[in-house]
C-alpha cells in the first residue's frame, strides 16, 4: 500500500494504457488503490493533425492504388514519443507507473532488418525516437487493414494448407486480404530484396512493445490471431501457414507469449530522456482485444459494438467455435479465452462521407436520425463506399434501393441503419441472445446513432465509461499483467470492474420500432444479395413494405 501523499490523499500505483489506432494514439493512466482504480489521465493525437508532414488522411498514407493502405511506423514511433511527453507533462508522478501496455490497430505489420536488436537497446536519449527507427526498417511503410489488395495471396494460402475451413479451423478465420500472414506473401513476392533484408515481422502492437523495452518484444495471441498463422488451441504459431504463407518466415516471426507476459522494463531511452521509472511493460495486443476488456467483457453472453473506423461487433466465447460461413473471426482473447468478431470497414467513414455530402455537423447529422421514421419508409443504402470485408466487396459501390440520393435525412437513417442491420445479419454465427450491447467508439458519442442500434437489436445499449475502450483495456491489462508477475493476481471481474457501465448511460429499445425493423430485417438482406448480384431486385418487397 503506498503511504499518503502530503496533501493527505493515498496516491495509489500508476498504469499506463495507450491505444495506437487507425487514426489517432491515445494515452490512458489509471489510479490503483487496492482493488480500485480511477482514470486519472485521458489524451490522444490524431496523426493528421499533429504529424501533418506524413500527410495521412484519416491516418492512411496517401494512395497509389485504390486497394492497398498503408501507414508510417515512423510516425507512430514520433507519435509515441510525443504522447509519452505528455503523460510525463501532466505532472501526475510518472515514477508511480508500475506498468505500461498498449494497444493497436490489429493486422498491419512492420518489417525490420536484422540492426533492429542492436539499434533498439542503444537508442541515444539525446536524440527523437523516430529519426532513429528509419535505419531498421527493412520496408518504409506499414499496411495495415484496410488493405484489400492480397486476393491472389488468400487464394494461394488456403489452396496450400488444405482449403478455407482447415485454415479457419486452426486459425479462427478463413484467408482474409488484410490478415498479415497474405500482406507478408504480397511483400515478399512484389519485393523479395526488401523480404530477404527483414529479419523480424511485428504486428504493430509487438513492434510498438519493442520501442518502449529496446528489444524485439513476444506478440500476445490476441493480435497474433489476427495474422492467419496461429493455431488457437495450442496459441503458437501453426507451421502448416507459416511454410504456406513465405519463405524462411519461421525466423522473423516474434515469440507469442501470454497476453500477461512481461515483454520487459521501459528501456533507458524512456528513462533518461523522458523521466519513466524501469516500469514493466506488458505485452500489448489488438485494439479489439483490449476494447474486450475496456468495456468489461470477461464473461460470455453480452457484446460490444465499437464504432470507430472499423465498426466491429464481438463478445468472448469460451470456445473457439469458427464461424461454418466464413464471414466472422475467432481471436485469443486477453483473458485466455477466445473471441468472436465481425469487422466492417465501411463504418465512420462511411458515415462521414454521408456527412460531408450533405455538409452536416455531427449535430445536423443526428437531427436528421430524430425526423426521419425507423424503416425510412422502406428507402435502404447499401454503404459500400470502400471495399468490404462482411460480406467481401472488392469493388466497392454504393446501391441505393427506393432512395433519392438528394434526400440528405433520408440517406442519413439509411446509412446508420443498413450498418446496425449488418451487424445484426452477420453476427448471428455467434450464437449469442444479443439482449445487452456495450457500444464504444468514436461514434458511440451519438446517442441518436445508438438508439438506432438499441431498436435494431431490440438489446440495452449500454455506452462505455471512457470514448477510448482500447486504450482504458490496455491500462487494465497492464495493472493485470502488473499483479501476475507480482504474484499477487486479481481476478478479471476485479480489474473490470471501472469498466462496467453505468445505468445512466442506458439506451432502452423501443419495442414498436424493434418490431418495424424485424419486419425489415430480411428485405434488406435481400437488398444485399441484390447488390452481391446474388438476388432478385428487393423494391417491390420495399415498396409493400413502405406502404403496410
Ligand atoms: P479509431 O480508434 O478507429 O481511430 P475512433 O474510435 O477514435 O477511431 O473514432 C473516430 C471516428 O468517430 C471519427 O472518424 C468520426 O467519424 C467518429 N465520430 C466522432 N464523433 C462523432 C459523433 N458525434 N457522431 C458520429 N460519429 C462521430
Ligand atoms: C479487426 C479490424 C479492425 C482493426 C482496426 O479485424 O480489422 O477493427 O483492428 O481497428
Same mark, same amino acid.
Given at each position: 500500500?503506498?503511504?499518503?501523499?502530503?496533501?493527505?490523499?493515498?496516491?495509489?500505483?500508476?498504469?499506463?494504457?495507450?491505444?495506437?489506432?487507425?487514426?489517432?494514439?491515445?494515452?490512458?493512466?489509471?489510479?490503483?488503490?487496492?482493488?480500485?482504480?480511477?482514470?486519472?489521465?485521458?489524451?490522444?493525437?490524431?496523426?493528421?493533425?499533429?504529424?501533418?508532414?506524413?500527410?495521412?488522411?484519416?491516418?492512411?498514407?496517401?494512395?497509389?492504388?485504390?486497394?492497398?493502405?498503408?501507414?508510417?511506423?515512423?510516425?507512430?514511433?514520433?507519435?509515441?514519443?510525443?504522447?509519452?511527453?505528455?503523460?510525463?507533462?501532466?505532472?501526475?508522478?510518472?515514477?508511480?507507473?508500475?506498468?505500461?501496455?498498449?494497444?493497436?490497430?490489429?493486422?498491419?505489420?512492420?518489417?525490420?532488418?536484422?540492426?533492429?536488436?542492436?539499434?533498439?537497446?542503444?537508442?541515444?536519449?539525446?536524440?527523437?525516437?523516430?529519426? $532513429?527507427? #528509419?535505419?531498421?526498417?527493412?520496408?518504409?511503410?506499414?499496411?495495415?487493414?484496410?488493405?484489400?489488395?492480397?486476393?491472389?495471396? /488468400?487464394?494461394?494460402?488456403?489452396?496450400?494448407?488444405?482449403?478455407?475451413?482447415?485454415?479457419?479451423?486452426?486459425?479462427?478465420?478463413?484467408?482474409?486480404?488484410?490478415?498479415?500472414?497474405?500482406?507478408?506473401?504480397?511483400?515478399?513476392?512484389?519485393?523479395?530484396?526488401?523480404?530477404?533484408?527483414?529479419?523480424?515481422?511485428?504486428?504493430?502492437?509487438?513492434?510498438?512493445?519493442?520501442?518502449?523495452?529496446?528489444?524485439?518484444?513476444?506478440?500476445?495471441?490476441?493480435?497474433?490471431?489476427?495474422?492467419?498463422?496461429?493455431?488457437?488451441?495450442? #496459441?503458437?504459431?501453426?507451421?502448416?501457414?507459416?511454410?504456406?504463407? *513465405?519463405?524462411?518466415?519461421?525466423?522473423?516471426?516474434?515469440?507469442? *507469449?501470454?497476453?500477461?507476459?512481461?515483454?520487459?522494463?521501459?528501456?533507458?531511452?524512456?528513462?533518461?530522456?523522458?523521466?519513466?521509472?524501469?516500469?514493466?511493460?506488458?505485452?500489448?495486443?489488438?485494439?479489439?482485444? /483490449?476494447?474486450?476488456?475496456?468495456?468489461?467483457?470477461?464473461?460470455?453472453?453480452?457484446?460490444?459494438?465499437?464504432?470507430?473506423?472499423?465498426?466491429?461487433?464481438?463478445?468472448?466465447?469460451?470456445?473457439?467455435?469458427?464461424?461454418?460461413?466464413?464471414?466472422?473471426?475467432?481471436?485469443?482473447?486477453?483473458?485466455?479465452?477466445?473471441?468472436?468478431?465481425?469487422?466492417?470497414?465501411?463504418?465512420?467513414? *462511411?458515415?462521414?462521407?454521408?456527412?460531408?455530402?450533405?455538409?452536416?455537423?455531427?449535430?445536423?447529422?443526428?437531427?436528421?436520425?430524430?425526423?426521419?421514421?425507423?424503416?425510412?419508409?422502406?428507402?435502404?443504402?447499401?454503404?459500400?463506399?470502400?471495399?468490404?470485408?462482411?460480406?467481401?466487396?472488392?469493388?466497392?459501390?454504393?446501391?441505393?434501393?427506393?432512395?433519392?440520393?438528394?434526400?440528405?435525412?433520408?440517406?442519413?437513417?439509411?446509412?446508420?441503419?443498413?450498418? $446496425?442491420?449488418?451487424?445484426?445479419?452477420?453476427?448471428?454465427?455467434?450464437?449469442?441472445?444479443?439482449? #445487452?450491447?456495450? !457500444?464504444?467508439?468514436?461514434?458511440?458519442?451519438?446517442?441518436?446513432?445508438?438508439?438506432?442500434?438499441?431498436?435494431?437489436?431490440?438489446?440495452?445499449?449500454?455506452?462505455?465509461?471512457?470514448?477510448?475502450?482500447?486504450?482504458?483495456?490496455? !491500462?487494465?491489462?497492464?495493472?493485470?499483467?502488473?499483479?501476475?508477475?507480482?504474484?499477487?493476481?486479481?481476478?478479471?471481474?476485479?480489474?473490470?470492474?471501472?469498466? $462496467?457501465?453505468?445505468?445512466?448511460?442506458?439506451?432502452?429499445?423501443?419495442?414498436?420500432?424493434?418490431?418495424?425493423?424485424?419486419?425489415?430485417?430480411?428485405?434488406?438482406?435481400? /437488398?444485399?444479395?441484390?447488390?452481391?448480384?446474388?438476388?432478385?431486385?428487393?423494391?417491390?418487397?420495399?415498396?409493400?413494405? *413502405?406502404?403496410?
Amino acid at each position: 500500500m503506498s503511504p499518503p501523499s502530503p496533501s493527505g490523499l493515498r496516491r495509489g500505483r500508476l498504469y499506463l494504457g495507450l491505444d495506437s489506432s487507425t487514426q489517432s494514439l491515445t494515452a490512458i493512466v489509471i489510479e490503483v488503490d487496492g482493488t480500485d482504480a480511477r482514470v486519472v489521465f485521458d489524451a490522444s493525437l490524431s496523426f493528421d493533425e499533429a504529424f501533418p508532414q506524413y500527410g495521412t488522411d484519416h491516418g492512411v498514407l496517401p494512395r497509389t492504388q485504390p486497394d492497398e493502405a498503408f501507414s508510417s511506423p515512423i510516425m507512430w514511433a514520433e507519435a509515441l514519443e510525443a504522447i509519452v511527453e505528455r503523460v510525463v507533462a501532466s505532472g501526475l508522478g510518472v515514477s508511480r507507473i508500475g506498468a505500461i501496455s498498449g494497444s493497436a490497430q490489429q493486422h498491419g505489420s512492420v518489417y525490420l532488418n536484422a540492426d533492429a536488436p542492436r539499434m533498439l537497446s542503444r537508442l541515444d536519449p539525446a536524440q527523437p525516437l523516430a529519426s $532513429q527507427i #528509419t535505419p531498421i526498417l527493412s520496408r518504409r511503410v506499414a499496411p495495415i487493414w484496410l488493405d484489400s489488395s492480397t486476393s491472389t495471396e /488468400c487464394a494461394e494460402i488456403t489452396d496450400a494448407v488444405g482449403g478455407p475451413g482447415l485454415l479457419a479451423q486452426h486459425t479462427g478465420s478463413r484467408a482474409f486480404e488484410r490478415f498479415t500472414g497474405p500482406q507478408i506473401r504480397k511483400f515478399a513476392a512484389v519485393d523479395p530484396d526488401g523480404y530477404a533484408a527483414t529479419a523480424r515481422v511485428h504486428l504493430v502492437s509487438s513492434y510498438l512493445a519493442s520501442l518502449l523495452v529496446g528489444a524485439h518484444a513476444p506478440i500476445d495471441p490476441g493480435d497474433a490471431s489476427g495474422a492467419n498463422l496461429m493455431d488457437l488451441t495450442d #496459441t503458437q504459431w501453426w507451421t502448416a501457414a507459416v511454410s504456406a504463407t *513465405a519463405p524462411g518466415l519461421a525466423d522473423k516471426l516474434p515469440t507469442i *507469449a501470454p497476453s500477461w507476459s512481461v515483454a520487459g522494463t521501459v528501456s533507458p531511452y524512456w528513462q533518461t530522456r523522458l523521466g519513466l521509472p524501469p516500469a514493466r511493460v506488458i505485452a500489448w495486443s489488438g485494439d479489439n482485444p /483490449c476494447s474486450l476488456i475496456g468495456v468489461g467483457l470477461v464473461r460470455e453472453g453480452r457484446v460490444a459494438i465499437s464504432l470507430g473506423t472499423s465498426d466491429t461487433i464481438f463478445g468472448l466465447m469460451k470456445d473457439p467455435n469458427v464461424d461454418p460461413s466464413g464471414t466472422g473471426h475467432v481471436f485469443a482473447s486477453p483473458t485466455g479465452d477466445y473471441m468472436g468478431l465481425t469487422c466492417f470497414s465501411n463504418g465512420s467513414l *462511411a458515415r462521414e462521407r454521408v456527412q460531408d455530402a450533405y455538409g452536416f455537423t455531427w449535430t445536423d447529422f443526428s437531427r436528421a436520425l430524430d425526423v426521419t421514421p425507423a424503416g425510412n419508409q422502406g428507402r435502404v443504402l447499401i454503404p459500400w463506399f470502400e471495399p468490404e470485408i462482411t460480406p467481401a466487396v472488392a469493388d466497392p459501390r454504393v446501391h441505393r434501393y427506393r432512395l433519392s440520393a438528394d434526400d440528405a435525412a433520408a440517406n442519413v437513417r439509411a446509412v446508420v441503419e443498413a450498418q $446496425q442491420m449488418a451487424m445484426a445479419v452477420h453476427s448471428t454465427w455467434m450464437s449469442v441472445t444479443i439482449d #445487452t450491447i456495450h !457500444a464504444t467508439g468514436g461514434a458511440a458519442a451519438n446517442k441518436q446513432i445508438l438508439q438506432v442500434m438499441a431498436d435494431v437489436f431490440g438489446a440495452e445499449v449500454y455506452r462505455s465509461t471512457v470514448s477510448n475502450s482500447a486504450a482504458l483495456g490496455a !491500462a487494465l491489462r497492464a495493472w493485470h499483467g502488473d499483479t501476475v508477475a507480482e504474484g499477487t493476481p486479481l481476478p478479471w471481474e476485479t480489474i473490470t470492474a471501472i469498466a $462496467q457501465p453505468s445505468a445512466t448511460s442506458l439506451i432502452a429499445p423501443n419495442p414498436a420500432r424493434h418490431a418495424v425493423y424485424r419486419e425489415l430485417l430480411p428485405i434488406y438482406e435481400a /437488398c444485399e444479395a441484390h447488390a452481391l448480384g446474388r438476388g432478385p431486385d428487393p423494391t417491390p418487397a420495399l415498396e409493400r413494405f *413502405a406502404q403496410r
